[in-house]
């Protein structure tokens, strides 16, 4: 069964850098493209983005340029967001997430990592 | 970009209600509208895709009508495991949530 497994909470300080991981398993890494969807505190769903891990491909949502850098490593079949220049609004929980098929987005979902971004 | 304007943002049922939320794409969309429902401190879940299709595991209470611009979602027959949050998501051209709604129990 598709699985996605991402990693645990960050306290981070505003200026710094924050990486984050999404495991996945139960099917093929390469065939599927991950994608990046953030959630502030009491808000609302934003896409980030998403990188297709056969080939490096990325799309990133406009508002997200700069600010998300999204790599993948094929031999571990672990999709990584890194966030950059951290301020108290990126502070969020951060979800990847991967279609379920043709016309079926969405469909499976880690379970958040969530960032703060505190002095 | 294309926006997704959900409405209401909360709403308060019964037991046994009918309830529906709607979203409006700032374009036309073809259709591409998925609905998720989500718990508090759990992931979305997907309920429906491609306006109307069920995905496995949703209860026939749920429901998705539309086209063009204007979509609808229904639960009839509102239970207690229903009470969460809704978000209608647009895949037609990238990806674009709507604002969500919150139903809670009158």
């Known amino acids: 069964q598709v699985q996605l497994q991402q990693s645990g909470a960050e306290l981070v300080k505003p200026g710094s850098s924050v990486k984050i991981s999404c495991k996945a398993s139960g099917y093929t890494f390469t065939s599927y493209d991950m994608h990046w969807i953030k959630q502030q505190p009491g808000n609302g769903l934003e896409w980030i983005g998403w990188?297709?891990?056969?080939?490096?491909?990325?799309k990133y949502n406009q508002k997200f340029n700069g600010k998300a850098t999204l790599t993948a490593d094929k031999s571990s079949s672990t999709a990584y967001m890194q966030l950059s220049s951290l301020t108290s609004e990126d502070s969020a929980v951060y979800f990847c997430?991967?279609?379920?098929?043709?016309?079926?987005?969405?469909?499976?979902w880690g379970q958040g990592t969530l960032v703060t971004v505190s002095s | 970009d294309i926006q997704m304007t959900q409405s209401p943002p909360s709403l308060s049922a019964s037991l046994g209600d009918k309830v529906t939320i709607t979203c409006q794409a700032s374009?036309?969309?073809?259709?591409?509208i998925a609905w998720y429902q989500q718990k508090p401190g759990k992931a979305p879940r997907q309920l429906i895709r491609y306006t109307s299709t069920l995905v496995s595991g949703t209860p026939s209470r749920f429901s998705g009508s539309g086209s063009g611009r204007d979509y609808s979602f229904s639960i009839s027959n509102v239970e207690s495991e229903d009470i969460a949050s809704y978000y209608c998501?647009?895949?037609?051209?990238?990806?674009?949530f709507g604002a969500g709604t919150k139903l809670e129990l009158k």
């Open positions: 997430a991967r279609r379920g098929g043709y016309n079926n987005p969405f469909a499976y």
């Open positions: 374009q036309n969309i073809n259709k591409y």
């Open positions: 990188i297709y891990p056969g080939n490096g491909n990325t």
């Open positions: 998501l647009q895949y037609d051209n990238l990806y674009t």
